[in-house]
């Protein structure tokens, strides 16, 4: 069993966890914020077994976009 944690940028995280429940994936969603400017970001905590790591990590690399 693995904790998987992701720090992602509001507008992404309402598809994100909307992909991970498609899934069936259980996240917790927290609000965090910090960075330059304090921008307001999304905390997303699951559980998954050693084998779903690389499924979860596809999903946020699908759904979430790099910022500059």
Known sequence: MKLVVTIVHNEDA???VDAL??????ATR???SGGFLKQSNATI???VEDAEVDEVVGI???????RT
Not at 21 to 26: G, I, M, Q, S, T
Request: hydrophobic share 35%.
């Open 14 to 16: 309402g598809a994100l």
């Open 30 to 32: 927290l609000h965090s």
């Open 21 to 26: 429940l498609e899934k069936e994936f259980r």
């Open 60 to 66: 946020v690399r699908e759904k979430c976009t790099s």
């Open 45 to 47: 905590l699951l559980g």
